[in-house]
């Protein structure tokens, strides 16, 4: 176990003391609101996430020494393949019940413990191919009952237990090539299976191969190879392979001794494809083999036999009236004779590839009047043969790397119906328009690697239903108006590795169904790259442009936008531009590509964006900028791309990542940031980006101290985000820990038990709500009465030494179902009568200013308060308040200012502790309105004193200190 690195400081401006409970309070809601977690696996990379239902774990070329302990359990293909892992343990794959694929090819895997593979229940492939097996005992494969394709091949195989195939019942491929079986009884029990189709068991040193050592009765196999081995004879006597369809016996036999043994020819009825390839068998034999099978072989493989040979077997084999595909390829041949394939009368492919072909008769596949498919690739052949003149059947002719160097106008005249013409890697230095005129049905040319200086008139009004034209690696220099005009249906157009510096206006006008135009490599400057060069690609998704020579002083907008007619651009690569790279993007130099998807910048030596580069790409999916100087990147470059999932950085000499935060790059989830200079891998820069995924940042060093404190913590206890190869980051910082693992800091000292200050934070809110809870129930209206009290203190404050000119004499303060009394009654007597100048909140408040400051203004601004009290009046939210702000002027000012009105009975126990108070200060005292049939004269004349008392104490009111509701 590695021991933990102790943090040797707690740097300035860091501060990991104890938090308050408000920050812990704030912690826990932030984590609820934030998922984004982390995880890293040791030495193995995740495909896309852990909730992937296809889970692809990839753990090859890593070094190691045993089979890892953090693979996650729902992994459905793990690939542990080019390592040095020596054995398999009996719980090496615990748990790992979701796997279906496996692959641990390349290591050193001498051993596999009984039962290794027992809890792979549901394993479909596994791959050992390429270790050091020596035995395959009973119990090794026990529980892969669902097992259908093993690969055994290149072990040192010598013993093979008869029990050990024998829980395999769904095993359709078995490949044991390349051990040392020697006896083919070791695979005996194998074949009894009913489900097993092919079995590859070449290179075994078996000298044998006969059918008694198979199996009593007929076996379902369908394909074997038993190439390489130095077999003696091949003997069938009893019809235990039915259903045989592919034998491969190349290179096999010894110093050409191997015999044929097959009695009856209905033994291998079913014989489709027969690989003979450098077999050692005489003349005699191979005849022997080749017409016994002549009632079902349709294709047949002769390679590395020798012209000779070929020569000689060439008549045999095309008297197979089933043989529709011949391979002679690797025979040295140097010339194809009339006579060689004259019988191959019902052929449909042949392939002569990989030989030194230098000329062809005339009528060497005259007979041949079903040929579809001839390849004729990797000969010496310096012109199209005449003998390809006349094939009218022929759909596909290939003639790559051969030394062609001149296209005749007849050369293809009579191919009518040819789909695929490939040309690839010749010496071709000029063509014409009347080369490929017949090719009226033609599909896929390749005139890459040649020397082609022009296209001008070859394409015109020809090749009409032309989808994909290859011309890369050529001497092409210009591109004229009209050289592709005539093909409507073309779909990928390949021009890399030229030397294009000029594209004239219109060049591709009439490419209307062209989605795929490749340019790179060229010499073209943004002088070259311009709208109208454009012009008509009105389907075009995908354009590359990397590596030439654009390039840009500054950002300023262009006057005119290079793509602004490409409405449909989806993929755009402008990467690696010479000598110096393009510098600067200008502004606009996006604008039209509202549907682009991809973006690609990579080695620009770019310093800066400007932050408008990406405002007319809404849609951009994946942005690719890695390999440049930015330094820093600004949050406001990715406002307008919010919908960007890939994002690559590496090499880019940034800084710091917090151009993130704030980025509002909520769906990123794939972000990868090699090789650049921060050192700190902030909180907030990763809780930016809910959707990350995969986070890569190989090859970096870090900061080994507080401030990457909680970044450790997170790459190793959360599992949404996996952080690539983290458990190989190095610290850089301080100097006395450099080489040492970031992840094996002891980050304790950096923080506290944060399960406490949680318990903490939780007890605290709980108790508070109670306490709340408490108040409000027992307590509100004194917590609102205080409320208002300080406020009006505040108020009063601010006036106490500012001489009050008084605007009213009174404020009413009442309800509105009381409403119709004031109307009626107390404003007509009050104003009308007695010539009193009162404030009535209906009238008089000054409209769009808060109502508690209208309401302390009129009391304040008035000489008396009237409240006006009925039941309605003490339920009214903003009566209570009105009669608050009165109370608490009359307590300040100890003066007569507050004047009580009773419109009717009301109980004691109604009044709230507003009134309570007041009752508390003047004993009772009010006025009340006479009952219905009074005389009203009194209580008019009661309020009229009352209104014409001024300064004095409330106490020395004549009307109200006597009154007593009782």
């Keep these: 176990m590695k021991s933990k690195i102790t943090m040797p400081e707690i740097r300035n401006g860091t501060t990991y003391s104890q938090p308050s409970i408000f920050l812990c309070t704030l912690l826990c809601c932030w984590i609820l609101v934030n998922p984004v977690r982390g995880y890293s696996l040791k030495k193995c990379t995740v495909r896309e996430s852990l909730n992937d239902t296809n889970m692809k774990v990839i753990c090859g070329k890593k070094n190691l020494q045993a089979i890892p302990e953090d693979i996650p359990r729902k992994v459905r293909s793990l690939d542990l393949s080019i390592n040095n892992i020596v054995m398999i343990k009996t719980f090496d794959f615990k748990d790992l019940s979701a796997l279906k694929s496996l692959n641990m090819s390349c290591n050193r895997i001498s051993h596999v413990d009984d039962e290794a593979f027992s809890d792979l229940v549901v394993l479909q492939e596994l791959n050992l191919a390429n270790n050091r097996l020596n035995t395959l005992s009973d119990h090794l494969f026990q529980g892969l009952g669902n097992l259908s394709v093993l690969r055994l091949d290149h072990n040192h195989i010598k013993t093979i237990s008869s029990s050990t195939f024998q829980n395999l019942f769904s095993l359709n491929v078995l490949n044991l090539t390349g051990n040392q079986l020697y006896v083919l009884k070791k695979v005996q029990t194998v074949l009894l299976f009913t489900h097993l189709q092919e079995l590859y068991i070449a290179s075994n040193g078996f000298t044998f191969f006969q059918s008694q050592d198979i199996s009593n009765k007929s076996i379902g196999l369908r394909v074997l190879d038993l190439s390489q081995n130095p077999m003696r004879i091949f003997r069938i006597t009893a019809d235990v392979l039915p259903k045989l369809h592919y034998l491969n016996l190349s ?169 695929y013409l490939r040309l690839f890697h010749n010496e071709i230095t000029d063509i014409k328009g009347t080369d490929f005129q017949d090719l009226q049905d033609l599909k896929l040319l390749d005139l890459g690697r040649n020397s082609i200086p022009s296209l001008r008139y070859v394409f015109k009004n020809c090749l009409q239903k032309l989808e994909n034209l290859q011309l890369g690696g050529n001497m092409i220099r210009t591109i004229h108006k009209g050289d592709f005009e005539s093909l409507q249906s073309l779909k ?42 454009f012009r008509g690609l009105t389907a075009l998704e995908s354009l590359d442009l990397s590596w030439n020579r654009i390039k840009y002083l500054h950002y300023g907008e262009l006057k005119s936008p290079p793509f602004s007619l490409l409405p449909s651009l989806k993929i755009l690569i402008v990467s690696a531009q010479h000598p110096f790279g393009m510098l600067n993007i200008p502004s606009n130099f996006l604008h039209g590509l509202t549907n682009l998807l991809a973006f690609s910048a990579r080695s620009l030596n770019i310093k800066t964006f400007h932050p408008d580069t990406f405002n007319n790409t809404p849609q ?26 890939r994002l690559y950085l590496s090499k880019a000499q940034l800084q710091s990542l917090d151009f993130l935060i704030g980025a509002n790059l909520t769906q990123l989830s794939y972000l990868q940031v090699r090789k650049n200079d921060f050192t700190v891998v902030s909180e907030t820069m990763i809780r930016s980006l809910p959707a990350l995924v995969y986070l890569d940042l190989q090859d970096k ?16 206890t959360e599992n949404q985000t996996q952080v690539v190869d983290a458990y190989d980051f190095t610290c850089n910082y301080p100097v006395s820990l450099g080489g040492t693992k970031l992840l094996d800091l002891d980050t304790h000292y950096c923080s506290v038990d944060i399960g406490f200050f949680y318990f903490i934070s939780s007890t605290s809110l709980v108790l508070l709500t109670l306490l709340g809870s408490f108040i409000y129930h027992l307590l509100r209206w004194q917590v609102v009465y205080a409320y208002y009290l300080f406020q009006a203190y505040l108020y009063d404050t601010k006036r106490r030494n500012v001489r009050v000119i008084h605007q009213y004499d009174a404020f009413v303060s009442y309800n509105g ?135 004095c104490l409330a106490e020395e009111n004549p009307i109200l200190s006597g009154v007593d509701r009782k």
């Excluded at 060093?701 to 190793?716: E, H, L, M, R």
């Excluded at 209208?854 to 009237?866: E, F, H, L, V, W």
């Excluded at 109370?887 to 126990?909: A, G, M, N, Y």
Aim: with cysteine; proline share 3%; hydrophobic share 40%.
């Design 620 to 645: 951009l999916w994946s942005l690719d900028i890695s390999l440049n100087e930015f330094t820093a990147l600004s949050k406001e470059l990715f406002h307008p791309i919010p919908r960007l999932n």
């Design 251 to 419: 290179d096999s036999g010894q110093n050409g001794s191997m015999t044929w043994d097959v009695p009856d020819r209905s033994f291998l009825s079913n014989m489709k494809s027969l690989n003979l390839s450098g077999v050692h068998m005489s003349l005699k034999e191979m005849s022997v083999v080749l017409q016994s099978l002549n009632s079902s072989l349709s294709s047949l493989i002769l390679s590395h036999l020798g012209e000779d040979r070929i020569t000689a077997l060439a008549n045999i084999a095309c008297h197979i009236t089933t043989l529709t595909t011949l391979r002679l390829r690797y025979n040295n041949m140097r010339v194809v004779s009339e006579e060689l394939l004259k019988s191959c009368t019902y052929l449909t492919k042949l392939d002569i590839s990989h030989n030194a072909l230098t000329h062809l008769s005339h009528q060497s596949f005259s007979s041949m009047k079903q040929l579809t498919t001839l390849d004729l690739s990797n000969n010496r052949l310096s012109s199209v043969p005449n003998a390809t003149h006349n094939i009218q059947s022929l759909t596909i002719l290939d003639l790559r790397y051969n030394t062609i160097n001149k296209l005749g106008s007849f050369d293809f005249a009579n191919l009518t119906g040819l789909t």
């Design 492 to 533: 990928t157009l390949i021009l890399f590795d030229n030397r294009i510096d000029t594209v004239e206006d219109g060049a591709f006008q009439g490419l209307v169904n062209l989605k795929m135009l490749t340019l790179a490599s060229n010499r073209m400057s943004q002088i070259s790259i311009r709208a109208t060069m």
């Design 701 to 716: 060093t870090f900061t080994c101290d507080c401030s990457n404190a909680w970044f450790i913590q997170w790459v190793t």
């Design 817 to 951: 179902h009381d409403e119709p009394w004031v109307l009626r009654e107390l404003l007509p007597e009050l104003e009308g009568n007695q010539g009193w100048k009162l404030c009535l909140h209906h009238r008089d408040f000054q409209p769009g200013k808060p109502i508690v400051d209208n309401i302390t203004d009129a009391i304040y601004g008035s000489r008396k308060t009237i409240c006006v009290i009925s039941r309605h009046y003490l339920e009214s939210e903003w009566c209570s308040r009105e009669i608050q702000v009165a109370s608490f002027r009359l307590f300040d000012e100890q003066k007569d200012v507050l004047i009580l009105v009773f419109l009717e009975e009301v109980p004691d126990q109604q009044l709230s502790p507003f009134h309570r108070m007041r009752k508390l200060v003047k004993r009772h005292t009010y006025l009340s309105w006479p009952r219905a049939g009074e005389h009203t004269g009194v209580f008019w004349q009661k309020l009229r004193v009352a209104l014409e008392t001024r300064d």
